[in-house]
């Protein structure tokens, strides 16, 4: 590929713009002006047809099973609920004010999730509770992307995500310093999201409960019984998923073997979704075993996902474009060069993670070209190691946008344009890095 990577990098960006014009102004769906714009954006970068089509395909299969099927698996519970407790009628659990109005209890909810396996999938299994508090909410926007915010610092901060754990093995940094140093941080993330989702997520009216057009021919539950499965529905899967996280540790005894496969197993997409569908039939399986006979009922559970399926899979397939350029790589290879402590660190972080969409991916090549230099950076100390590693982290959840599925997931559980979700969720990550960031730099000072 002739094209040069600082080339490569202007036509990504004006493919977003592009992107994002089109579908804000309604011509195109997300899909396929995904489709049109991941097709421009490869071909102007050098990639052959036969490449291109290979590559993108290979994203797209990819998110369509991860997280695709939990987002169906996501559909199927939201649908299950909204027959046998309808928004108007759910427990106090989720219609105090703690939930629906501070949010304080949701962003935590959020901030623990971060540390599942995969950020969009662990947005995925929560997005049934969501969802339920956003239709009760005032500020549906808000009430979606606080916790997506908290969700985002935990899985770059908390120690046991995979980002860290990523990083610090390869840094040989030491996990007590890690937590010590980065949960505090993430906490107060989590508190800003809070604040940055209320200040930016402008307030939608009162909508009425969502109620599934065949409810009153199938019936409905009880509405505190009906919560408490909805949140075992929820939980149970994402606890799984967090168990995942664990099998990452590349040390033993899960550096390889069978335990290590059962940990990793847990968290696989097939599982989680049935552990999560199961949960909500078994609870409700006399309902459930009529709703689901029911074709008109589960197509239409299917006909509500499918825009939002599709549009994650063109997105997984533009990511992967953007990692076959290796423009993300290369930038980042000549900031690693430069000496400036914290700085550096979560620079290449950052613009890796803008520019190709993996956090996961981001922590890796950023920690790999990082490591030979935490001499000439200052970090090359137990300290210093641990807060090169966070820096990292904190750089890996900068910028969510149009080639990271996260984004798509989360703008449409919001019920944001993309214009918006640039505002609300792609800014808030910036804000969010450019604040861990900040606080990295003083705690440099201080150890």
């Known amino acids: 590929m002739s094209v040069m990577p600082l080339v490569q990098a202007l036509i990504f960006i004006a493919a977003a713009v592009i992107l994002v014009a089109a579908i804000q102004s309604q011509r195109l769906h ?18 052959s047809v036969g490449l291109l089509g290979k590559t993108f395909g290979a ?24 027959v ?20 304080a209890i949701s962003a935590l909810v959020g901030l623990i999730a971060g540390t599942g396996a995969s950020p969009v999938t662990a947005f995925a299994l929560l997005s049934p509770l969501l969802r339920r508090l956003a239709d009760k909410s005032t500020a549906r926007p808000s009430t979606i992307i606080a916790p997506a915010l908290a969700l985002s610092a935990g899985h770059g901060l908390v120690l046991f995500s995979p980002v860290p754990i990523a990083a610090a093995s390869i840094l040989s940094a030491r996990w007590d310093r890690v937590a010590l140093f980065g949960l505090p941080i993430a906490l107060v993330l989590a508190a800003f999201g809070m604040a940055w989702a209320r200040w930016f997520s402008p307030s939608d009216e009162v909508r009425s409960p969502a109620k599934d057009w065949r409810a009153n021919e199938h019936g409905e539950g009880e509405g505190p019984w009906s919560t408490t499965v909805l949140v075992l529905a929820v939980a149970v899967p994402l606890l799984l998923l967090m168990i ?18 059962r940990i990793l197993g847990l968290g696989r997409p097939l599982v989680l979704f049935l552990v999560s569908v199961g949960i909500m039939i078994a609870g409700h399986w006399r309902l459930s075993a009529k709703l689901l006979g029911d074709a008109a009922w589960t197509g ?14 063109a997105a997984g397939g533009l990511q992967k474009l953007c990692q076959e350029t290796g423009m993300a790589e290369l930038i980042g290879e000549r900031i690693a060069d430069l000496p400036d402590g914290v700085l ?29 230099s935490l001499a000439s950076l200052g970090l090359d100390t137990e300290s210093g190691r641990a807060l090169a590693t966070l820096a990292i982290g904190a750089g890996a959840m900068t910028v969510s946008h149009v080639n990271d599925d996260y984004f798509w997931l989360v703008t449409w559980n919001a019920g944001l344009t993309p ?29």
């Not at 997300?30 to 050098?46: D, E, H, K, N, Q």
């Not at 299969?61 to 299950?80: E, F, K, M, T």
């Not at 239409?300 to 899979?313: H, I, M, S, Y």
Request: neutral net charge; charged residues 10%.
């Open 30 to 47: 997300p899909f396929l002006a995904m489709i049109v714009v991941a097709t421009g954006f490869g071909l102007a970068c050098g990639l």
């Open 59 to 82: 994203g797209f299969s990819q998110a369509l099973y991860s997280p695709g099927l939990v987002i169906v698996g996501a559909a199927i519970i939201v649908s299950i609920a909204d």
């Open 84 to 103: 046998t407790n309808p928004a108007d009628r759910t427990s106090a659990l989720l219609s105090s004010d703690r939930w629906s109005r501070h949010g």
């Open 244 to 261: 995942q996280s664990v099998g990452d540790i590349p040390s033993e005894p899960l550096g390889g073997g069978t335990d290590r496969e």
């Open 300 to 313: 239409g559970v299917f006909a509500k996902v499918a825009g939002v399926l599709l549009t994650v899979g």
């Open 344 to 372: 550096i660190p979560f620079l290449v972080a950052a613009v890796i993670k803008t520019l190709q969409g993996s956090s996961l991916v981001a922590a890796i090549a950023a920690a790999g070209m990082i490591q030979p």
């Open 419 to 447: 214009a918006r979700g640039l505002v609300a969720l792609s800014l808030g990550t910036l804000a969010q890095g450019l604040g861990a960031l900040a606080l990295l730099a003083i705690i440099s000072f201080a150890v």
